[in-house]
C-alpha cells in the first residue's frame, strides 16, 4: 500500500484511446486521497499485529475501493486539463494498491480459516463496496468504464453467456464426477481407470482440448442433423461445455473419493447393524459426512471453471473472454481489463460463496479437513 503511494504513476492519462500513457500521481489526484490512504497502511499494519484479523482484512479490502473512488471521482478535471478526446485508467500504482489489497485479505482469510464465515464476508463485503461505487456513477469518466459504455448490452449478454457455461459444466460436471467417486471407492477395478482418465484430461491445456474437440464434433453435426439443429457443432457452446466438463472431474471424483476414503469403518458398521441397507448407508452416513470434502471439490471445479470459460471466445463460444481477446487484438488495454476484471471478480465471489455454504451446511461436532486450494 505504502509503494503505490510513492509511485508517480497512481493513474495514467491518454490523449487518445490509443496513444501513449502519461502518469499522474496520486498527489496530483488528491492530497486529502493520499493522507487517507496513508491511514488505511497504517491502520492494516497495526491491527496485524493487535491480532484484530477480521478488520485487517476489512482495512485491506477497502483501501482499493477507496483508492478507485479516488480514481473516478478525478477523471473529469485530469482529463480535462489533457484535451478533448483524453482518457483516464488506473496505472501501476492502484493496480499495486489492489495487490496490496487482495494480500492483506488472504493473508486475514488464512488466519481466519476456522471462521468461514467472517473468511468469506472479507471478500465479499469489498466487492458489494465496489458495486456499490459502480453503481453511483463515480467511476463512469475512468477509461474502462466508457468502453463498457459503448458495449453495455453486449456486456450484460456475454457475461449471462459466461455464467451460464461454466454454471452448466460444473452441475454436470458434479452430476457425472460424484457418481464416479463413489464407484471408484467401492471399487479398485474402477478406481485406477478412472483417476487415470480424469488425470489425463487435467494436463492437456485448454485451448489444446477446445481444438481437439472441434473435429469430431463438427463430423457428429454433420452427419447427425438433428444435432446441428441442437446447436452442438465444431465451434460454440457445445465444445466450449465439453470440455469443462472433463476439466471439472478431477477436484469433484477426488475430493468425493477421498472423503468417503477417510469415512471410520466402525461408523458405516454401525450403521448396517442397526438394519440400513447399502443405499441407506450411502444417503443417511456417508453422504452426510464427506458432503463438506465434495463441496470443496466442487467450489475448486466452479473456480477453474469461471477462468477457462475465458478461453471459450476463441471458439466462438463468447463470454466475457471475447473483450479479452478483442481488446488485445485491438492493443486497448481498457478493453482488456473490462472483460478480465469481472472474470477475476466473479472467481473471488463464487469461492466466497462456495466457502459460505460448506461453512452452513458442515454439520455441527464434525470434524473435517476441508482442503483450502
Same mark, same amino acid.
Given at each position: 500500500? &505504502? ?5 508517480? *504513476? ?11 500513457? /502519461? @502518469?499522474?500521481? +496520486? ?6 486521497? /493520499?493522507?487517507?490512504? =496513508? ?7 497495526? &491491527? ?11 482495512? #485491506?479490502? /477497502?483501501?482499493?475501493?477507496? #483508492? ?28 499495486? +494498491?489492489? =495487490? ?9 482469510? %488464512? ?33 474502462? !468504464? ?12 456475454? !457475461? ?7 454454471? #452448466? ?39 489444446? =482440448? ?9 463430423? +457428429?453435426?454433420?452427419? /447427425?442433423?438433428?444435432? %446441428? ?6 465451434? *460454440? ?16 471424483? %477426488? ?16 450403521? %448396517?447393524? !442397526?438394519? !440400513?441397507?447399502? +443405499? ?7 453422504? @452426510? ?7 470443496? *471439490? ?19 463460444? *463468447? ?18 481489463? =473490462?472483460?478480465? &476484471?469481472?472474470?477475476?471478480? &466473479? ?27
Amino acid at each position: 500500500m &505504502l509503494l503505490s503511494i510513492l509511485l508517480p *504513476g497512481f493513474l495514467s492519462v491518454k490523449e487518445t484511446r490509443i496513444s501513449a500513457a /502519461l @502518469p499522474v500521481s +496520486l498527489a496530483r489526484v488528491s492530497v486529502i486521497g /493520499l493522507v487517507v490512504l =496513508l491511514a488505511f497502511s497504517g491502520v492494516t499494519i497495526l &491491527l496485524s499485529f493487535s491480532g484484530y484479523y477480521f478488520l485487517m482484512g476489512l482495512a #485491506g479490502g /477497502l483501501a482499493p475501493v477507496y #483508492g478507485f473512488f479516488l480514481a473516478g471521482s478525478s477523471a473529469v478535471q485530469i482529463a480535462s486539463e489533457t484535451g478533448p478526446f483524453a482518457r483516464v485508467s488506473p496505472s501501476t500504482g492502484l493496480w499495486i +494498491l489492489l =495487490l496490496a489489497g487482495y494480500v492483506v485479505v488472504f493473508a486475514a482469510r %488464512r488466519k481466519l480459516k476456522d471462521k468461514r464465515i467472517l473468511s468469506s464476508l472479507l471478500v465479499l463485503i469489498p466487492i458489494a463496496s465496489f458495486a456499490v461505487l459502480l453503481g453511483s456513477g463515480t467511476l463512469r469518466e475512468l477509461a474502462i !468504464m466508457k468502453e463498457y459504455a459503448n458495449r453495455s448490452d453486449r456486456f450484460l449478454e456475454e !457475461m449471462a453467456r459466461h455464467l451460464l457455461i461454466a454454471g #452448466g459444466a460444473v452441475v454436470a460436471g458434479v452430476i457425472i464426477g460424484v457418481p464416479l467417486g463413489v464407484a471408484a471407492n467401492r471399487s479398485p477395478k474402477v478406481e485406477k481407470p478412472v483417476f487415470g482418465v480424469v488425470n489425463f484430461i487435467q494436463t492437456i491445456p485448454s485451448i489444446a =482440448l477446445f481444438g481437439l474437440l472441434i473435429a469430431p464434433l463438427s463430423y +457428429l453435426s454433420r452427419s /447427425l442433423p438433428f444435432l %446441428r439443429e441442437l446447436g452442438i457443432t465444431g465451434v *460454440g457452446w457445445a465444445p466450449a461445455m465439453i470440455a469443462l466438463v472433463l476439466y471439472s472431474l478431477l477436484p469433484i471424483v %477426488r475430493n468425493t473419493y477421498s472423503s468417503l476414503k477417510v469415512i471410520p469403518a466402525d461408523t458405516v458398521e454401525a450403521a %448396517r447393524a !442397526m438394519g !440400513m441397507s447399502r +443405499l441407506q448407508v450411502l444417503g443417511k452416513v456417508e453422504i @452426510p459426512i464427506s458432503l463438506p470434502v465434495v463441496l470443496a *471439490g466442487v467450489r475448486t471445479a466452479a473456480v477453474q471453471a469461471v477462468g477457462n470459460t475465458t478461453m471459450a471466445a476463441l471458439i466462438g463460444a *463468447g463470454g466475457l473472454g471475447v473483450f479479452v481477446f478483442q481488446g488485445l487484438g485491438q492493443a486497448a488495454m481498457d478493453l482488456v481489463l =473490462l472483460g478480465a &476484471l469481472p472474470i477475476v471478480a &466473479l472467481a473471488l465471489i463464487v469461492d466466497s460463496l462456495m466457502q459460505l455454504l460448506i461453512a452452513i451446511l458442515t454439520p455441527r461436532g464434525l470434524v473435517s479437513e476441508v482442503a483450502d486450494d
